[in-house]
């Protein structure tokens, strides 16, 4: 009981030593608290770029259905969304009022001019045949152009003036294919077209009156042929050649006109313009959805009039926000800095937290920004599940909760939204706390819809209309929770890639003792393999019994010793009761073989990929222990010489774990009471207390956690299993007779050897 009283004892007094004058982690340097702010300023910056804060005002407390009680106007200009009638009136209008689009045919023009010239040249060619009578003449000119009056070609052919009657119907035709000639009337009322020339690409402005119709073309030639014709037979004449010489060359152009009206409807603003006093809603209405959001128009355009007062409003605002945002980050580092080890030194699990935080904002704001999702459908059960498996149920509480308070302080957020966070957040890590295989994330995907489905029906069930406005909210919960729980079991073996945590999914395919590697062992090195499941099973039970990590220690346990399969023969275990390799080997060499397997163990893990967590297990079982075997056998070799018991030290580290240090002690009582000749229960307790005493005594339990509390909790979990294995059996007749046989030889054949040993080396 001495020695426990100076452990005791030193330790008070290193407590009492302790410098007072900090209240952050000691193991936090200014050095530290540095670096580590960076990743909490990032956070607040991001906080405040996705989630700005805003300036609020007195609201109007208003809800679709509910009657106005005072008329309410605009009390200054502002614009606010037009209702859905008014908007579409509006592009309605917008529409009608683009003028019709016309294309301008310029093979329809050269057809019709080429006509013209092609009759007036035979018309001259067969006038100028002095042979033809004029009534062949007629009848020859007439087969080509038989839509042309007979008397009106006479008319022309019999003309003296001939060549300056030919002209003035060119002057006609080029006049009215520059009006333009259309078929029908422009559909609409419109006073004017646009007609587009695809040569130069450019649009003209034609009124709807200029235009020539084509069934009333001829009209339009004797109209513009009063000022060339004075006769109206003349006119008569001309139009009549011309009515069927000239065709359309206007079409309608649909495509460029739906392109027109599209882009006037579009240019429409959805938002009007109100006037000062202008009447919003009058009293006694009821609130419609539209009322509403020009009521909301209203209240931005408020804040940012009291903005543009105040521009010291914002900054403090800001400020504000910085504050609450730092102090939420900052508690939760000093929270987590203790017995779960997330905090400044712990570089990889505390960048972990940052980036969990950082997705967190990330995917809350995408939620908010978006109406169809909104705050039902944020992803807490994401924050919740992912940390929960890297980090540790205890970790996610305050985790999950300072996500929650990072969107709580949102004026946006209600108290009742909150509650639904957190209903949802306690059943993800409940039902992810004991992950045992990957099935088990359907069962949360369950768990976590049915708390979502029952905390958001309720919260909807007296504020809904009808029932599709309360099932929508509803859904998306559904949604979101079993959206989380996939893009959980998704993004979860890159989290333990990039951020090397051993999670209890990769614990327990390590644990398959079909693993190649424990295959090999328990070929190659039965012995050790024997050795490692007893340790396991000592070292799970003692983890279980202080609340440790028991799957973590029962893998631990299971590969602590893999470096022994480079030798196997080297090691007691696996010599199978032959001769001792050992006893051919100087006690230093026989050290330095024995202190290898740790540097080997750790090679032969990064070869098979086995975590960091795992592999931590290999030095730290050992710590810092002196081989006593071989340093005493060295003592008593080179008498008088000076031995170093540094030498025969295995390289470290002391364990740094609650796990490590249970392996060591587990691996030390299974050793000690397996060299026990009569394991009785007695015994096995005596060396028991034994082990834990001396590795207390030198110091190898400094660094793990462990308490007092906890070794006695250790000690006492390990007694009840080592004297199952050890437990007595009834001697066989003769079965002492042939033991003490057995063993006399085995002492002879020993001192056999040895003697030859030695006179081998003093010939030497």
Known sequence: MNSWRQVLRRSRRADSEAPRNRWWPKEWSLRTIALGALPMLALTALHLVLFP?????????????????????????????????????????????????????????????????RFLQRAAELAAQDSLGPSRRVELLQREFHGIEREHLQWFLDRRDRERVAEKIRTLAHRLLDRGIVDTTPRGNYSLIHVFDPRTSQDTIVEVDDLVLGYRLNEAVKKEAVGIFHRAADRAAVADILSYLLTPNLSYDDTRTEERRNAAVAAVSTDREYARNERILDSGVRVTREDLEVLSALEDARRERALASDRGIAFRLRAGRLVLVLFLLGGLCLTLSGRYRVNLSDTRRYLLLSVLLAIHLVLVWFALSHDVLGPVAAPFVLLAMLSTILLGEGAAARITGTGILLIAVLPSISATMIVVWTIAGVAAMVSVRRVRNRNQFYKAAAAV???????????????????????????????????????????????????????????LELSDLNHPLLQRMALEAPGTFHHSQVVGTLAEAAARAIGANSLKTRVGANYHDIGKLLKPRYYVENQGGGSNVHDELTPHMSALVIAAHVKDGIE???????????????????????????????????????????????????????????????????????????????????????????????????????????????????????????????????QKEHEDKK????????????????????QS
């Open 53 to 117: 804060p805003i300036h609020t005002s007195p609201t109007l407390q208003l809800e679709v259905g509910d009657i106005t009680e005072h008329e309410i106007r605009a009390p200054f200009p502002f614009r606010a969304p037009r209702a859905r009638r008014e908007l579409e009136a509006a592009r309605l209008e917008a529409s009608r009022r683009v003028e019709p689009v016309y294309l301008k045919e310029e093979a329809a023009q050269r057809r019709s001019e080429e006509d013209v010239e």
């Open 449 to 507: 819809s049915g708390a979502y489905a029952v905390s958001v029906g309720a919260l909807h069930l007296g504020q809904a209309a009808d029932f599709s406005a309360w099932l929508h909210p509803v859904l998306l919960g559904v949604g979101s929770g079993v959206a989380s729980t996939a893009l959980t079991l998704f993004v979860l073996p890159v989290f333990e890639s990039i951020f090397e945590i051993t999670t209890d999914l990769t614990l």
């Open 604 to 734: 032969l893990g990064r070869q098979w990929g086995l975590p960091k967590d795992v592999i931590d297990f290999i030095p730290e079982h050992h710590g810092t222990g002196v081989m006593r075997y071989f340093y005493h056998k060295a003592l008593e070799a080179d008498q008088g010489a000076v031995v170093k018991v540094d030498d025969f030290r295995y390289p470290g580290p002391k364990p740094r774990s609650k796990e490590t240090a249970i392996v060591m002690l587990a691996d030390g009582v299974e050793a000690g009471t397996r060299s026990l000749r009569r394991p009785t229960p007695s015994r096995i307790r005596e060396m028991v207390r034994s082990v834990i005493e001396h590795k207390m005594e030198e110091g190898e339990l400094d660094d793990c956690g462990l308490t007092m509390r906890d070794l006695a909790a250790i000690r006492e979990a390990f007694i009840p299993i080592l004297v199952g294995i050890h437990h007595q059996r009834v001697a066989y007749p003769g």
């Open 743 to 762: 063993e006399k030889e085995s002492l002879e054949t020993r001192t056999q050897r040895r003697r030859g040993s030695d006179s081998v080396a003093s």
